[in-house]
């Protein structure tokens, strides 16, 4: 079964400064798509950024960047220029393309930002 | 598109209680996911369907728990009775395989408080 470990459970940053979130993930399938989701203190659960493991080049989103390593089943998420609004709960996720289509989810890294 | 829409937002109730969760996905999607988050447990997948059938509910708690999709454009999370422990944020989820994007939209999901 796969599986999404997210090993820090909280970070912080200075306002304007670069922080990278870490993910790794254990498959056994060559084609998947990986994601990075934020939940704010809203709640509200946005995408930030999208990979699909086919694609060597790593996504990238504005301030967001993603370093997407396949043989080491790595990915991870690098913010850039970092904002107060950035403070949040950031979830990876995984999905298999071709078996069950069920979201895997890690336990989230809580990032602050720091003023 | 206003994307998924869930209702109620919060709600309060006692022990005892029936509570029922609505989920309106996106038009087109045909899949949608029901999410359960507690500080505890995190984010835990209940139930999904596909074209309105359920795939997986393996990860409904217990009897107390149900969930129906009648038709494409809504769903509903029973909790009956309720437990304070049932306590947490209910996510609905929708996505659309055949897009190839495979982006998970969320829901603001709804705030229970069982007493």
């Known amino acids: 079964a796969q599986t999404v470990t997210q090993s820090q459970p909280e970070m912080s940053v200075q306002e304007a400064e670069t922080v990278t979130l870490s993910c790794t993930y254990d498959?056994?399938?060559?084609?998947?798509?990986l994601f990075w989701y934020k939940q704010p203190p809203s709640r509200q659960m946005i995408l930030v950024i999208r990979?699909?493991?086919?694609?060597?080049q790593n996504a990238t989103e504005n301030r967001f960047s993603v370093n997407f390593q396949k043989a080491a089943k790595s990915f991870s998420l690098k913010i850039s220029d970092s904002q107060l609004g950035d403070t949040a709960m950031y979830f990876c996720?995984?999905?298999?393309?071709?078996?069950?289509?069920?979201?895997?989810f890690g336990t989230g890294t809580r990032l602050k930002v720091l003023a | 598109d206003a994307g998924v829409i869930q209702s109620p937002r919060h709600e309060v109730t006692e022990m005892g209680q029936e509570v029922t969760l609505r989920c309106k996905p996106i038009s087109g999607h045909d899949y949608l996911f029901w999410y359960r988050q507690t500080m505890m447990r995190g984010l835990e997948l209940l139930i999904y369907?596909?074209?309105?059938?359920?795939?997986?509910d393996s990860g409904m708690p217990e009897d107390r728990f149900s969930a129906k999709m009648p038709n494409a454009s809504f769903s509903t999370l029973k909790i009956q009775p309720s437990e304070p422990r049932d306590s947490a944020v209910y996510f609905c989820?929708?996505?659309?395989?055949?897009?190839?994007?495979?982006?998970?939209?969320f829901g603001a999901g709804s705030r229970l408080t069982v007493l």
């Open positions: 989820a929708s996505s659309w395989r055949g897009s190839g994007a495979n982006v998970l939209t």
């Open positions: 990979q699909e493991a086919y694609k060597q």
């Open positions: 996720a995984f999905l298999s393309s071709s078996g069950t289509y069920k979201y895997i």
């Open positions: 369907f596909n074209n309105n059938v359920p795939i997986d």
């Open positions: 498959t056994s399938e060559s084609n998947y798509y």
